[in-house]
């Protein structure tokens, strides 16, 4: 049976009567995320604009845990849902712009691949690695999403965010504190957009670039499985996907979930996985390459929620 929370929708309703955006009570995750797995979210809030979103941070009670989601490309939603509020941002945050000096600026909800093509057309260089990249840019700020030799750190100039007290920051490049895959602004801050310096470029070359892309992944990617993408962390000196298949993990299956035989740092979901067989084929993995290799594999996709 598919858990549920107590809904506290109404008692939210009445604290924020100002509110635009919807607030849903025990709203699946699942349709949310590529696994296709998970739980419900215990209110689902999709704000309408950067200052809708302050409004209910500002009224929210402390004790109410906060969590935002993008599209759900680097994300296992465990069966026993979130409790709290999980954020979605949408239309008010989904504005593309061209400014002066080879700079675009994107809302959070703004798909990576939605600002590559901008960027293309406007004959900005130096951001056509968003297009492999199949998230928004909320998601590519905090992951420090990146491939191809680029990443997210490498063309950013500020991002903007609320945090849980509703106050609105800009965060230069530095303040961002990136690593590998890693950003060091409050676990708490909601990022609503991102600006970025590329440099002239010609149209065509660029298109060109984005075009190697596509084919690049669709020939090493399972792109069309219900993935995660990359599951662990490179560790220092390795590829994570040599070091599972050295412990002979490849196509590993629990339950519905599968190692990819594509691309061993993949999970998939077969069909009629759980978000528990997915986390224990992934922890069955980490166990395994530590055995054969030494070598702790620490998660890159992110686990939110309860198990079932
Ligand atoms: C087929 C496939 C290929 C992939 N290839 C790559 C790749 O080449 N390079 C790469 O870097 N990644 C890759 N990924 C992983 C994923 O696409 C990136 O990590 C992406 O940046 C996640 O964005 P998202 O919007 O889907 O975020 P989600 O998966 O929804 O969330 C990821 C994390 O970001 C946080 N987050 C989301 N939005 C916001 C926001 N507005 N403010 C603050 N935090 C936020 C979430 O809380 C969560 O912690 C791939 C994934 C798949 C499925």
């Given at each position: 049976m598919a858990s549920s929370f107590p809904d506290i929708v109404p008692e939210l309703q009445a604290r924020t009567p100002q509110l635009r955006g919807r607030l849903l009570a025990n709203q699946s995750l699942a349709e949310l995320t590529w696994f296709r797995v998970g739980g419900p979210a215990q209110v689902l809030f999709m704000p309408e604009d950067e200052a809708d979103l302050a409004y209910l941070?500002?009224?929210?009670?402390?004790?109410?845990?906060?969590?935002?989601?993008?599209?759900?490309?680097?994300?296992?939603?465990?069966?026993?849902g979130v409790a709290g509020i999980v954020i979605r941002l949408g239309r008010g945050f989904s504005e593309v712009k061209i400014e002066p000096g080879w700079r675009v600026r994107a809302g959070a909800a703004v798909p990576d691949v939605k600002v590559a093509r901008a960027a293309q057309e406007a004959g900005i260089s130096g951001l056509s690695f968003l297009r492999g990249i199949p998230g928004a840019i909320g998601g590519a700020l905090r992951m420090n999403g990146g491939a191809y030799g680029r990443e997210t750190k490498d063309a950013l100039i500020e991002a903007r965010g609320v945090d849980r007290q509703a106050r609105t920051r800009v965060f230069a490049n530095a303040e961002m504190h990136y690593a590998y895959r890693h950003c060091g602004?409050?676990?708490?801050?909601?990022?609503?957009?991102?600006?970025?310096?590329?440099?002239?470029?010609?149209?065509?070359?660029?298109?060109?670039?984005?075009?190697?892309?596509?084919e690049s992944r669709e020939a090493t990617q399972p792109i069309k499985s219900r993935?995660?993408?990359?599951?662990?962390?490179?560790?220092?000196?390795?590829k994570a996907w040599q070091l599972i298949d050295a412990a002979g993990c490849r196509g590993l299956t629990v339950g519905g979930a599968q190692v990819s035989e594509m691309h061993c740092?993949?999970?998939?979901?077969?069909?009629g996985a759980s978000a528990a067989d997915i986390e224990t084929l992934g922890e069955t993995v980490r166990r395994r390459v530590k055995e054969s290799s030494g070598?702790?594999?620490?998660?890159?996709?992110?686990?939110?929620?309860?198990?079932?």
């Open positions: 941070l500002a009224q929210l009670p402390a004790e109410i845990p906060v969590i935002v989601i993008g599209l759900g490309s680097n994300l296992i939603v465990r069966d026993g602004v409050a676990e708490d801050v909601i990022f609503t957009q991102a600006l970025f310096q590329g440099a002239a470029g010609d149209p065509a070359v660029i298109a060109a670039e984005m075009d190697k892309i596509t993935t995660g993408g990359s599951t662990f962390k490179n560790p220092p000196g390795h740092n993949f999970l998939i979901n077969l069909g070598i702790d594999l620490e998660w890159e996709i992110k686990r939110i929620g309860i198990p079932g």
